[in-house]
């Protein structure tokens, strides 16, 4: 054996493909089994060598890859490239297993598997699962098995479709909590498992290394860089697919557990294996060419390897920081040429500029050697850096995360991974299919980055922080351009290019989502935060951020392209900017921390200060521009926000100094401006974008990061800064300065007049909110959870899910705040009420919603938070109708209420500064100057404004300084007054100032010039007004005016003072502005100067407007003259409902509350006379309103005018509709289920309708054709039914209301060209019209007169008439257009049908068929109204469904067309019923195929051709003596079956009993005569022969009483009677009576006119006492028995099948669905299609028989229709109901439309969960099940569904 294996080492020839593959298995298990005995000696070094050797061959023999060279090579592939590799292989499980099976081996290896994790990877679209309440990290997942193994009743989890791919958790204590883990992961088993034998994996050792090897070899051959132009993505794919089998080899090698897993660790992570074999330094030539192409791949990727000893020095730098940076300035400078050459429009420039600005940034990265230096010093790393240069292929990624749950290879893995991160994002920047290559990239490093020990000791041993920051600094430094913010020339700030991919394409996100990872772990967010190198590069990477996406208002032209890089922009600021803030936020939470805000707040401020260095920005912002995007301001105020709350920092501490506050209120502000701008239209020439920007703004997901963090700042700023400069500043930002003048008429140099309202409401709005709100001064954090979820509550009723989504959680998934966690569960309870989904059975469906309770409504409903909150203004609209709507009901306040003021949480004390704006004379004189103008009426302002003033008043009165007292409020310093209005600046004092005479600039042609020169302005006539009351005043005013305030003027002095203050530099002042902006346009009126007599106060302005609102004279009277009380214990609501009249009383109040003096003059104000108010004018909306109402009246009165005109017509529309229901109905009473396991399935043989085609095809296989399409109905499975929505119009009317749709392009979901088309009044779906047949109301009268003939007569009458040629008796000229009319409505009815539901005779098309056709169509009709009815007729009344029936008319139709056809001569039933024949015709005959005999007819059906056959309108007496005359074939017919059915002896016995009574007087009334009759005559023939024993056993042994019998005859019969009853209904328009289910039978008979009137009740009702025979009993009886026997003596059984027939069905139902949504989807959502063995990607199943169809699928489609609009006409005629499992929903498909239903499953919440997103537990909703039956029993779907389109055969 030795020899033979010496040999086969030594033959370099590989084995002989000659060679039967047996030997050749035997002879690998010999070799291995001889090298495994070698190497297991003590000394084995042969065996090694001999191995090595035999592994050098084998594995170098399978070279596709290479050109082969030599021909022996290539014969060596076997003809192809796969059988080289399969023999590899072959002999590598050979090896490995040492001789034995491979089978065997995975087994024994198996055996030794510590199971204690379960690490099962899995790719994209696996369904998984993820428990908060056991998951540790937020990244927690489970697979399918884990979960339902685990016992996770109750938690919080949900199903998700992975996005990247993912691994399975379970048995990971670090990522989840042990209760968790599943029964197979529970047991730490490691302890009692043996230890693994030595020789068991010894082979694989040895294998291993040369195995991996190979696989890297091939991978360094396959690789060609790409050329620039081409991506080589084909040339890599191949390469991969060559090595599909060996990465799945070592694959399945992972998954033999854990023993196997360390061997391989072993071999992935040993340096000296790696070094030996690639070192590329032996003699071997394939070796040095693969390790050229190695350095090669190196070189390409930008990397260097470290050769010489200097590099080796700086690749493994000291821990501290390393000495690179020298390095570094070079790398950088080096690389920038090429960076910036690209950018071609100013070269030198950029590039100087770039050069410098990449400097200072290179200069603060830790080391150039983490961008550019890679050393591979082991299998594993090469391996990864072939995974990234091949784009990491699924196969490798599942490869190396297999191996994960070995601990020694995640540490090694893990390094290896963070070794390589620069290459990762350079190859990833590079990439074409970045999207996929970073789900990959995620994959990998979700899992590695989530275990906080694993990060921690990477962090500390691999400079994580420092390479992940610096890669991504460098991602972002390719894609910089310059910023234009500000100083658009010589700005030196460089931003993130918003259009490049990187951004768009959302490309940094893999690496960005790492770094949160990471940062969410607090070991590792503490180190980031110590560190202040990698601060200050972070804060530099957040100023790419700063001002990018600037927008530029356009004036001029609409901008011709919008751009949408806005999405990119909002998305970068986001994920890179504040998830990262978010996650280093959320370890700041105890006093401890104080030290990192320090740190984080020191840095910021440096970048900022840097920032409005690099913009040149000095005080005023350029104007026209916004950018959105502040993430610095955003990340210095959450910071501080948070030192405040949780750190108990000293703000002021930490706060710059004035100078720089005043810089840093600027952008935020500005953008809140632009906020008004936007939605005032002014920039509407920017396109849609701008306001998508406006809304992303303050949308739920980004609010707070953006506009709650910039209001924050703003309130800072207005808290430290001099509230007179901060106000000026709001108004002159906001460009409503000009506004605010006394004088009626101004210019506004900067905004248009029809901007300036608005303009106007948005900065007192934003006043108000900047006062108000409390989000970050003192909430805390369950009462701003409440403030949220009331506002969106308010604005709307929300769904469950909706709430999670619009509350603005912490946008990092880490920050411990779980959306449902439980303290959003108790604030939802206690806020708000559920409304549980509603069901109109004609309406919409409803989810579970809720809505705020009443208590909410009235004390926490908060305006304030509503506006901050909205994204679409028209929703602070609806919150305040509900708000109304809520008063309203609830009597609380009648009229249209104000929008409350709700008194706030008190601030926290380090904010007290804020209020200090309420009490600034700036604010006070604006307030003053509005009140006066909106008294006087002047243009511009609104209910709003004046709204927004008095909330800012009652602000000030709320927040006042304690009350000062009175008198040393009216002392003051006497310089403070000469040039101002108001004496001081407390608001409760100023109030009661009186301002006699304002200086205002207005234009000459204002009507303030032209009064009288202000002679009167001298002092006295002023001083004497007061002197009685305040003598002071008099000294101190020089003139009798107050100033002209300029507010941009003060502004600017504020300014210049604060600068100077802070540096007396003189070169510091500001430079003067001289821009235009400010001086008057020429072409405009020049300014004067006029002088207005005011004479007002604050107060007496409020006590005026109090007048004018109320629209009555001394409207206002004290409150607490008549009740003192009022002002000792003042009971003030906290919370006040009410409109203006009461804000203003509300505030007087207060103000006399505050101050004595306050009290005194508002009594003296009420005291004097008021002047008269003028007459209060109806106002434009009140005079609207008013036309509204007349409009209203005559429009009722137009279309009652309407209706009845339409009433008086004669021509009604219907529509049909095709449908098919009936041939559901079943006669096994237990319901059918969904199948959900395999031995559950459907097989549709007990429906009605197979029965009845088994009947008709046995029919025409004996009898005559034309007599059998006679003989049945059919329809069962495809008929139609005619409904209507019972409108009418004109014929021509609807001819030119089709003509008018035919033009009307907007069509939704019907095609006119089919003749569809929507109910001109109802707008209900239709598809014809059905002419009504005009006969007036006396006529009719006609038809129903009772007539006394006997019943002989009428027979005759009958007869005759059905001879009659069919003409109608119509004397209306219109005679020819409605036959017209009537053709076409058949022509729609037959066209509706699918054609083999309507050819069922042998000879197509002949008329016979029509005829058939024709009365099915009446027999559905009637069959499916007795269904809606629930099957029976006991509830009487008029027919359901509130449908107007339109049978009546459709007979008229059906009637006409029944006559065109005349019926077989030979055979008409009539005779045959009414009369006995002789017997000789019989017999000529024979050579024919007879007819059907008359006791296998169906009744009805026989009933609806005699009526159809008659002439219109059919009177009530021959209609009574058809049904008479029926009843008797029916009861036979019954007799007969029941004779069938009962056994010999049962028979002889009523022969005999029955026989006995044949002579006495009724006994052609006694079912017992009749049936012993039947019997005997039918024993003539064979019918009852020949029953062998089997047919016994068939018959039912039950004994037969004559109260069962009397049922089964009733039974029998009752069918009919129930049609027979419902056509007499609609016919001649009776009533139907109501009964008990017991006595159906006997009141619908009295009903039939079947039953003598005089019958008495009493004993018990016998259903043979209705009979009424046209003809002796007996001799018919025998005629129709004879037919039979002659047919019997041929074919005995069939004889006997056609005569039993089941007339009892159940009613349709739909399939029963479980209860739990998850059955379904777990076994539907993997079962493999019967059609095509595959997966769907979409499966459905048919809820009427459970078929398993693919939606969508083109591998199940047969000429070009798709499975599910195949089945669709298959199972429902063209109507299919299909529940779409992986989407929850259900389908509808009618015809040729289709309709998305709905979901009949919803979540604990009442929630539909549509294609399983939120991946909730769904339980079946009963109601909606039922409504959903309900509408397809009804064929409502058209009606009801509104959303129909086309589906054009694809589903």
């Excluded at 010496?6 to 039967?20: F, K, S, T």
């Excluded at 199903?159 to 691994?167: I, L, V």
């Excluded at 590039?351 to 594993?380: A, C, E, N």
């Excluded at 079946?1820 to 397809?1832: A, D, H, S």
Aim: net charge negative.
């Amino acid at each position: 054996m030795a020899a033979a294996a010496a040999a086969a080492v030594g033959g370099p020839q590989p084995p002989q493909p000659e060679l039967p593959a047996a030997g050749l298995a035997l002879d690998k298990a010999a070799t291995a089994a001889h090298l495994k005995a070698a190497l297991s000696r003590p000394d084995n070094r042969a065996g090694a060598e001999e191995l090595q050797a035999l592994l050098e061959r084998v594995l170098s023999a399978e070279r596709p890859l290479a050109v082969a060279a030599d021909g022996e090579e290539a014969a060596a592939g076997g003809g192809g490239p796969g059988a080289a590799e399969e023999e590899a292989l072959e002999w590598c499980k050979c090896l490995l297993a040492g001789g034995g099976g491979y089978e065997e081996f995975c087994a024994a290896v198996r055996a030794y598997d510590p199971a204690a994790l379960c690490g099962l990877v899995w790719t994209a679209n696996f369904v998984a699962y993820r428990c908060r309440t056991c998951g540790i990290s937020p990244c927690m997942s489970l697979c399918a098995e884990c979960f339902h193994q685990g016992d996770h009743t109750g938690h919080d989890f949900n199903m998700f479709r992975s996005q990247a791919g993912g691994a399975c958790d379970c048995g990971d204590s670090n990522v989840m909590r042990e209760s968790g883990f599943c029964r197979r992961h529970q047991i730490k088993s490691s302890s009692n498992i043996p230890c693994v034998p030595k020789d068991l994996l010894m082979m694989s050792e040895f294998v291993l290394p040369r195995f991996i090897f190979c696989l890297i070899q091939y991978l360094r051959e396959g690789y060609n860089e790409p050329a620039a132009d081409v991506p080589s993505e084909k040339d890599l794919s191949k390469v991969l697919q060559l090595l599909e089998p060996q990465i799945s080899f070592l694959e399945d090698l992972t998954k033999m557990g854990g023993a196997m897993r360390s061997v391989l660790t072993q071999v992935l992570t040993n340096q000296q294996n790696y070094k030996d074999l690639t070192s590329g330094l032996g003699e071997n030539t394939c070796a040095k060419k693969s390790h050229e192409k190695y350095l090669i791949a190196l070189k390409s990727s930008g990397l260097t390897y470290p050769e010489d000893k200097l590099v080796y020095g700086i690749q493994e730098p000291s821990a501290g920081t390393s000495t690179l940076a020298v390095q570094g300035f070079a790398g950088a400078t080096g690389t920038l040429g090429q960076l910036d050459s690209s950018d071609e429009e100013d070269q030198d420039g950029s590039q100087g500029l770039g050069k410098r600005k990449r400097v200072k940034l290179s200069s603060s990265t830790k080391d150039q050697s983490i961008m550019d230096v890679l050393k591979h010093k082991s299998f594993l790393e090469e391996l990864l850096f072939w995974t990234i240069k091949y784009e990491f292929p699924q196969k490798m990624v599942t490869f190396l995360l297999n191996m994960l749950p070995d601990q020694e290879y995640k540490v090694a893995f893990t390094k290896t991974f963070v070794q390589h991160y620069a290459f990762i994002m350079k190859t990833l920047k590079k990439s074409h299919e970045s999207d996929t290559m970073s789900n990959r990239i995620v994959h990998i490093s979700v899992q590695l980055f989530s275990n906080e020990e694993l990060a921690r000791q990477v962090t500390e041993e691999c400079q994580l922080l420092d390479i992940m920051v610096t890669v991504l600094l460098y991602m972002m430094e390719s894609c910089l351009i310059k910023s234009e913010l500000q100083d658009e020339e010589n700005s030196l700030h460089v931003v993130v290019n918003c259009g490049e991919a990187l951004l768009k394409n959302n490309t940094y996100w893999p690496l960005v989502s790492d770094f949160i990872n990471i940062l969410s772990h607090q070991s590792v967010a503490k180190k980031f935060l110590e560190d202040h190198g990698l601060l200050v590069t972070w804060m530099n990477f957040v100023s790419f951020f700063q001002g990018m996406n600037l927008n530029k208002r356009e004036l001029n032209e609409h901008v011709e392209f919008e751009s949408q890089t806005y999405y990119a922009a909002f998305a970068a600021e986001l994920e890179a900017c504040a998830q990262p803030m978010w996650g280093l936020l959320s370890h700041c939470k105890v006093r401890e921390t104080q030290e990192y805000t320090r740190n984080v707040v020191r840095y910021c401020l440096e970048a900022l200060q840097d920032w409005f260095d690099a913009i040149n920005f000095v005080d005023e912002p350029a104007p026209n521009q916004v950018t959105f995007h502040l993430p610095l301001h955003r990340y210095y105020a959450m910071f501080l926000s948070k030192a405040v709350k949780c750190q108990e920092l000293d703000l002021d501490s930490v706060l710059p100094d004035q100078e720089m506050l005043m810089k840093l209120m600027i952008h935020p502000l500005q953008i809140q401006a632009s906020l008004a701008e936007i939605h005032s239209n002014m920039w509407v020439r920017n396109g849609l974008q701008i306001k998508g920007q406006a809304m992303t703004y303050v949308q739920s997901h980004f609010c707070n990061s953006m506009i709650d963090p910039d209001i924050y700042l703003l309130q800072v700023c207005a808290s430290r800064l001099d509230p007179d400069y901060f106000i000026s500043s709001v108004f002159e930002r906001f460009k409503v300065v000009d506004l605010l003048t006394m004088a009626s008429q101004h210019q506004n140099t900067v905004l248009d007049a029809e901007h300036e309202r608005s303009m106007l409401e948005g900065a007192l709005t934003f006043l108000v909110i900047l006062l108000s709100l409390r989000l970050h001064l003192g909430m805390s954090d369950d009462e701003i959870l409440r403030a949220e979820m009331v506002a969106q509550l308010c604005m709307n009723d929300r769904t469950h899910s909706s709430l999670l989504d619009l509350i603005p959680e912490n946008p990092n998934p880490k920050s411990g705040i779980i959306p449902g966690s439980y303290s959003f569960e108790s604030v939802l309870s206690a806020v708000a009420d559920f409304k549980a989904p509603v069901f109109e059975p004609g309406g919409s469906m409803q989810q579970g919603m809720y809505t705020p309770k009443a208590e909410v409504w009235d004390q926490e409903f908060d305006p304030v938070m509503v506006i901050l909150r909205t994204v679409y203004r028209r929703d602070v609209q609806s919150a305040m109708d509900r708000y109304t709507a809520f008063l309203k009901q609830n009597g609380k306040f009648p009229g249209n209420p104000w929008p409350p003021y709700k008194k706030r949480t008190p601030l926290h004390p380090s904010y007290k500064g804020l209020m200090r704006l309420l009490h600034c004379k700036t604010l006070h004189i604006v307030l003053f100057t509005l009140l006066y103008k909106i008294l006087m009426d002047h243009q511009n302002l609104s209910e709003h404004v004046l709204c927004m003033v008095l909330y800012l008043i009652e602000l000030g009165l709320e927040n006042s300084a304690d009350e000062e007292s009175d008198e040393e409020a009216s002392v003051c310093g006497p310089e403070r007054c000469h040039d101002s209005w108001f004496p001081g600046s407390n608001l409760v004092a100023n109030m009661r100032h009186f301002i006699n005479y304002v200086r205002v600039r207005v234009p000459e042609t204002a009507p303030e010039v032209k009064r009288d020169s202000p002679a009167s302005t001298s002092s006295d006539s002023l001083g004497s007004l007061q002197s009685s009351r305040r003598p002071k005043v008099l000294q101190r005013e020089n003139s009798g005016t107050a100033q002209v305030f300029s507010l941009v003027a003060e502004r600017r002095k504020k300014f210049q003072e604060i600068i100077n203050r802070s540096s007396n530099e003189a070169n510091q002042v500001v430079r003067p502005k001289t821009s235009s902006k400010w001086s008057a346009p020429g072409s405009a009126p020049q300014l004067t100067t006029a002088i207005l007599e005011i004479k007002e106060s604050i107060l007496s302005l409020l006590i005026k407007l109090h007048h004018k609102l109320s629209g009555k004279q001394n409207s206002y009277y004290p409150p607490w003259l008549d009740d003192i009380e009022i002002l000792i214990q003042p009971e003030i609501p906290k919370y006040s409902h009410g409109d203006g009249i009461t804000a203003v009383e509300r505030i007087l109040l207060k103000a006399a509350l505050q101050s004595r003096m306050n009290k005194r003059i508002i009594e003296e104000i009420c005291r004097k006379v008021t002047p008269p108010v003028p007459p209060r004018k109806v106002t434009a909306a009140e005079k609207k309103t008013l036309d509204k109402e007349e409009r209203r009246q005559k429009a009722r009165e137009r279309q009652q005018k309407l209706l009845a005109e339409f009433a008086s017509r004669q021509k009604s529309f219907m529509e049909t509709a095709m449908d098919v229901v009936l041939g559901q109905c079943r006669d096994n009473t237990e319901p059918k289920k969904l199948p959900i396991t395999e031995e559950e399935q459907i097989y549709p043989w007990d429906t009605c309708a197979a029965v009845h085609d088994v009947r008709l095809s046995l029919l025409q296989r004996y009898f005559k054709d034309s007599s059998c399409l006679l003989a049945v109905s059919i329809g069962w499975e495809g008929g139609v039914y005619v409904q209507t929505c019972g409108h009418t119009l004109h014929i021509d009317c609807h001819k030119s209301y089709m003509e008018s749709l035919r033009n009307d392009q907007v069509l939704q979901g019907f095609s006119v060209d089919k003749g569809e088309f929507t109910c001109p009044l109802c707008r209900q779906f239709a598809n014809s019209v059905l002419p009504c047949y005009p006969g007036s109301n006396m006529e009719n009268n006609l038809w129903q007169r009772p007539s006394n003939k006997s019943l002989q007569d009428l027979i005759k009458e009958v007869e005759e008439l059905q001879g009659r040629p069919g003409a109608f008796p119509v004397s209306i000229s219109s005679e020819t257009n409605l036959s017209k009319e009537m053709e076409s409505v058949m022509k729609d009815i037959k066209n509706t049908t699918q054609k083999k539901y309507r050819d069922y005779s042998k000879t197509p098309g002949s008329p016979d068929n029509d005829f058939l056709f024709m009365y099915s169509v009446a027999r559905t009709n009637l069959e499916l109204e007795l269904i809606h009815r629930g099957g029976n007729l006991c509830s009487g009344g008029a027919s359901t469904a509130g449908k107007r029936s339109c049978l009546n008319q459709l007979f008229h139709v059906l009637a006409l067309h029944m006559r065109l056809y005349s019926i077989d001569s030979e055979f008409n039933p009539w005779g045959k019923l009414t009369q006995l024949e002789e017997m000789n015709s019989q017999l000529g005959n024979e050579e024919q195929q007879p007819e059907v005999p008359i006791l296998y007819h169906d009744v009805t059906s026989l009933l609806l051709i005699q009526i159809l056959m008659m002439p219109q309108p059919l009177r009530k007496d021959h209609f009574t003596c058809i049904v008479k005359v029926l009843f008797a074939l029916l009861y036979t017919q019954a007799l007969v079956a029941l004779s069938v059915k009962c056994n010999e002896e049962d028979r002889s016995a009523w022969k005999h009993t029955g026989a006995l009574k044949k002579n006495t007087c009724d006994a052609e009334k006694s079912y017992k005569v009749l049936l012993s009759f039947v019997i005997s005559e039918l024993s003539k023939g064979k019918l009852y022969h020949e029953e062998g024993a089997q047919e016994c056993a068939m018959v039912s042994p039950i004994a037969w009483s004559s109260e069962s019998m009397e049922k089964y005859l009733q039974d029998f019969c009752l069918p009919f009677l129930r049609i027979t009853s419902l056509l007499q209904h609609h016919l001649f328009g009776e009533d139907l009576p109501s009964c008990q289910e017991e006595e159906e039978f006997s009141v619908l008979s009295s009903c039939l006119g079947l039953l003598p009137t005089f019958y008495q009740t009493e004993h018990p009702f016998i259903s043979a006492s209705c009979l009424d025979w046209p003809v002796p009993a007996f001799d018919i009886i025998a005629q129709w028995c004879s037919e039979i026997n002659s047919f019997t003596e041929r074919h005995a059984e069939q004889g006997k099948a056609l005569l039993i027939q089941e007339s009892r069905w159940k009613l349709p139902h739909l399939l029963q669905l479980p209860e739990n949504y998850n059955t379904i989807f777990q076994y539907y959502h993997r079962k493999t299609c019967s059609v095509c063995t595959k997966v769907p990607k979409d499966p459905a199943v048919c809820l009427v028989c459970g078929t398993f169809v693919c939606l969508k699928g083109l591998c199940c489609k047969q000429q070009s229709y798709c499975e599910c609009v195949l089945h669709s006409q298959n199972c429902g005629a063209g109507t299919g109901i299909f529940l779409l499992v992986n989407a929850s929903v259900i389908i509808i498909i009618r015809g040729h439309r289709f309709c998305l239903w709905g979901s009949v499953y919803l979540d604990a919440h009442g929630e539909e969960d549509r294609d399983l997103r939120r991946g909730k537990p769904l339980y079946i909703c009963k109601e909606r099940y039922k409504v959903l039956e309900q509408q397809w029993i009804s064929h409502t779907f058209d009606h009801i569904n509104k959303r129909w389109g086309p589906h054009y055969n694809g589903l």
